[in-house]
Antibody, heavy 119, light 111 residues
Framework: EVQLVESGGGLIQPGGSLRLSCAAS????????MSWVRQAPGKGLEWVSV???????YYADSVKGRFTISRDNSKNTLYLQMNSLRAEDTAVYYC?????????????WGQGTLVTVSS | QSALTQPASVSGSPGQSITISCTGT?????????VSWYQQHPGKAPKLMIY???NRPSGVSNRFSGSKSGNTASLTISGLQAEDEADYYC???????????FGGGTKLTVL
């Protein structure tokens, strides 16, 4: 059974850093495209980042230069390193598996982890 | 402001059909067949309902269907049921630097 479990969220001050983890089971992270999508409280979905099976990475303009997506193949885990956090980064962060290489659809999602950026 | 435009809300009675639109440009919805739709209940993760404009993942009811005309994609739900009440989001590939775009979401109310 495919499962994605995020962790690492919490309350952080503006300018701080946080690393989110997404532990996968039932499939191999490194063989799939994997994405992070966030949702601010009461707002819609916003794509954040994707990592291809080959290792290429892409970011939304709103997080480019501040966030880094990566994976640990030995742990079958996806990460999102978030630096220089701002109030507008407050959101539930979901990791998701991309349906197939090149797709813009995600077939499996984690339960989400809440990041709150506030002083 | 979201890259793709959806109506804020739609409603329908049980048994009826409703359609949710998703309007983009030739750089996203109109130019590629990579439109997907998600259902999200309060406090839950999104669920993929339609991918590549009109394909249903295994396990999704055939009451859900997708289509596209020009720069506008549509999600149709037939035989509305109470459990269909949720937020619905469209998403698309984009050739712009934005890379991947979502609509602002539509709240479906089953009367």
């Amino acid at each position: 059974e495919v499962q994605l479990v995020e962790s690492g969220g919490g309350l952080i001050q503006p300018g701080g850093s946080l690393r989110l983890s997404c532990a996968a089971s039932g499939f191999t992270v490194s063989s799939n495209y994997m994405s992070w999508v966030r949702q601010a409280p009461g707002k819609g979905l916003e794509w954040v980042s994707v990592i291809y099976s080959g290792g290429s990475t892409y970011y939304a303009d709103s997080v480019k230069g501040r966030f880094t997506i990566s994976r640990d193949n030995s742990k079958n885990t996806l990460y999102l390193q978030m630096n220089s956090l701002r109030a507008e980064d407050t959101a539930v962060y979901y990791c998701a598996r991309v349906l197939y290489s090149g797709s813009r659809a995600c077939d499996y999602w984690g339960q989400g982890t809440l990041v709150t950026v506030s002083s | 402001q979201s890259a793709l435009t959806q109506p804020a809300s739609v409603s329908g009675s049980p048994g009826q059909s409703i359609t949710i639109s998703c309007t983009g440009t030739s750089s996203d919805v109109g130019g590629y067949n990579y439109v997907s739709w998600y259902q999200q209940h309060p406090g839950k993760a999104p669920k993929l309902m339609i991918y590549d404009v009109s394909n249903r993942p295994s396990g999704v009811s055939n009451r859900f269907s997708g289509s596209k005309s020009g720069n506008t994609a549509s999600l149709t739900i037939s035989g509305l049921q109470a459990e269909d009440e949720a937020d619905y989001y469209c998403s698309s590939y984009t050739s712009s630097s934005t890379f991947w775009v979502f609509g602002g979401g539509t709240k479906l109310t089953v009367l």
